[in-house]
T-cell receptor
Framework: QQPVQSPQAVILREGEDAVINCSSS?????VHWYRQKHGEAPVFLMI?????EQKGHEKISASFNEKKQQSSLYLTASQLSYSGTYFC????????????FGGGTRVLVKP | DAGVIQSPRHEVTEMGQEVTLRCKPI?????LFWYRQTMMRGLELLIY????????DSGMPEDRFSAKMPNASFSTLKIQPSEPRDSAVYFC??????????FGQGTRLTVV
């Protein structure tokens, strides 16, 4: 039931764009996105809920395709600070943030 | 608020010893989560509480692991006896309802 993230890793130049995908084999209630820098705790980016509601930081954009059971996180005009490992956490029913995290996508943004 | 506070930050112990990890959630948050992170298994949810009551402990690996939340401002995760395969970073996180979870800085546990 662990969601599958792709790609596993991506290298960008500052200013370039990238998309990180998160796919589930099971119908989703919500998808949560977090970023973790090396040696630090995961930090919240966004929640996407079934039905279209989103909660998150303005500079991050993401989509949630309920039919495809998939979410995508868009890194636009990437900055050096975007480097880190991105995790999607999926919730299959409204169960109070009970998340199953994907394996992560490592992002490196170079100058 | 100082955020979620975990202690200790690092713990090295010998196989067979008891280990207790501590967590102070953000004041007012009603959910508390314990996660374990390893290279092999990634970020796994072990157990979570709502209003101090354990809701789901299906992620707890085995009976050697136990967690308590005696009040709204404190939780513990205990491993007894510890084994080398328990070596990992253990994170505590808290949230207010279904919203962003705030993670503590983690406890890096090494069992030798």
């Amino acid at each position: 039931q662990q969601p599958v993230q792709s790609p596993q890793a991506v290298i960008l130049r500052e200013g370039e764009d990238a998309v990180i995908n998160c796919s589930s084999s099971k119908a989703l209630y919500s998808v949560h996105w977090y970023r973790q820098k090396h040696g630090e705790a995961p930090v919240f980016l966004m929640i996407l809920l079934k039905g279209g509601e989103q909660k998150g930081h303005e500079k991050i954009s993401a989509s949630f395709n309920e039919k495809k059971q998939q979410s995508s996180l868009y890194l636009t005009a990437s900055q050096l600070s975007y480097s880190g490992t991105y995790f999607c956490g999926t919730e299959f029913q409204a169960a109070g943030n009970k998340l199953t995290f994907g394996g992560g996508t490592r992002v490196l943004v170079k100058p | 608020d100082a955020g979620v506070i975990q202690s200790p930050r690092h713990e090295v112990t010998e196989m067979g010893q008891e280990v207790t990890l501590r967590c102070k959630p953000i004041s007012g948050h009603d959910y508390l989560f314990w996660y374990r992170q390893t290279m092999m298994r990634g970020l796994e949810l072990l157990i979570y509480f709502n209003n101090n009551v354990p809701i789901d402990d299906s992620g707890m690996p085995e009976d050697r692991f136990s967690a308590k939340m005696p009040n709204a401002s404190f939780s513990t995760l205990k491993i007894q006896p510890s084994e080398p395969r328990d070596s990992a970073v253990y994170f505590c996180a808290s949230s207010l309802g279904v919203s962003e979870a705030f993670f503590g800085q983690g406890t890096r546990l090494t069992v030798v």
